[in-house]
Nanobody, 121 residues
């Protein structure tokens, strides 16, 4: 059993900042990848940023220069610092982790329940 849990969402004014955290726990042998995705009302889920266990980082174009992803794989944590937030950043933000369990033959992708972020004045 694996769990991925996000925290840190909330309401923020345009131009403000939020920091999201994601914690993975359970039957984990190793984590290969952790990423943040978001889904706005009426839109498809999209990648925000990702970081591999080797430190490779990828950002969506809209996130570059405003968002920063960081990870602590030893602690099974990933963070997303979001600055200069805009109303169009309003969405549910999901954490995804590619996890190899102790008893699984192949890695699995596990999703959190989502953290609501609302950017509004």
């Amino acid at each position: 059993q694996v769990q991925v849990v996000e925290s840190g969402g909330g309401l923020v004014q345009p131009g403000g900042s939020l920091r999201l955290s994601c914690a993975a726990s359970g039957n984990i042998f190793t984590i290969n990848y952790m990423g943040w995705y978001r889904q706005a009302p009426g839109k498809e889920r999209e990648l925000v940023a990702s970081i591999t266990s080797g430190g490779n980082i990828n950002y969506a174009e809209f996130a570059k220069g405003r968002f920063t992803i960081s990870g602590d794989y030893a602690a099974k944590m990933v963070y997303l610092q979001m600055n200069s937030l805009k109303p169009e950043d309003t969405a549910v933000y999901y954490c995804n982790a590619e996890i190899k369990t102790w008893d699984g033959a192949y890695p699995i992708h596990s999703w959190g329940q989502g953290a609501h972020v609302v950017v509004s004045s």
